[in-house]
């Protein structure tokens, strides 16, 4: 019996599920810490949250909030078959909320002196998806 399966291709990308009522609202307009408070799993309200206050100068609130987000998506991507390593595609657009957070915590990490977070979230977002790299430092 042939196998043509490439052995060294890695694994497949992890595509987190949408959860639609939460994005939604996070689009709509509503506040991000009350879409927080009401989706608690949902990253991308954290994310926001991060940026929003690394915005206003709160690097410490910011690192929390990008933290939360940060492993709310790794229990989604592990119950989504990630195996701690491989493509999480940044136009997946439910991966955008754990990639934002991620990047959130690096950014966050280096400016309150964690320079060794700094660079270990920075390597993992570059290893996941160079696509959000250039998204997100274009933002």
């Known amino acids: 019996m042939e196998s043509h399966e490439n052995l060294l291709a890695g694994p497949p990308p992890t595509l987190l599920p949408d959860t639609p009522e939460a994005r939604q609202a996070l689009e709509s307009g509503v506040?991000?810490?009350?879409?927080?408070?009401?989706?608690p799993a949902y990253s991308g309200a954290w994310g926001a949250l991060a940026d929003e206050y690394f915005a206003a100068g709160h690097a410490v609130t910011?690192?929390?909030f990008a933290r939360t987000g940060y492993h709310?998506?790794?229990?989604?991507?592990?119950?989504?078959?990630?195996?701690?390593?491989?493509?999480?595609?940044?136009?997946?657009?439910?991966?955008?909320?754990f990639l934002r957070c991620l990047h959130a915590l690096a950014r966050s990490a280096q400016a309150?002196?964690?320079?060794?977070?700094?660079?270990?979230?920075s390597q993992?977002?570059?290893?996941?998806?160079?696509?959000?790299?250039?998204?997100?430092?274009?933002?």
């Open 31 to 39: 506040k991000a810490s009350d879409v927080a408070a009401r989706f």
């Open 62 to 64: 910011s690192y929390a």
């Open 72 to 97: 709310r998506g790794l229990d989604q991507l592990r119950r989504a078959g990630w195996k701690g390593h491989g493509p999480i595609p940044w136009d997946h657009a439910p991966n955008q909320g």
């Open 112 to 121: 309150i002196g964690e320079k060794d977070e700094a660079e270990r979230c």
């Open 124 to 139: 993992f977002l570059r290893d996941s998806s160079p696509e959000a790299v250039k998204a997100l430092n274009s933002a």
